[in-house]
């Protein structure tokens, strides 16, 4: 049987789904940004060690 009374509240639901939203592009944000940095150190490791092999 269907709920009586009152229609189900779904403003909850709106700010539960805007709330994982958030969250899920924090996550995103700080792993893409944690790739950047460990490219950046990959790279600069890999530019010292042609400096060495050259020198």
Do not use: C, D, F, P
């Amino acid at each position: 049987m269907g709920k009586k009374g009152r229609e189900k509240n779904t403003e909850n639901k709106a700010k539960h789904a805007k709330l994982m939203n958030r969250k899920k592009n924090k996550l995103r944000k700080e792993k893409e940004l944690r790739a950047e940095r460990l490219k950046a150190i990959v790279k600069k490791v890999n530019e010292s060690k042609q400096n060495e092999s050259n020198s």
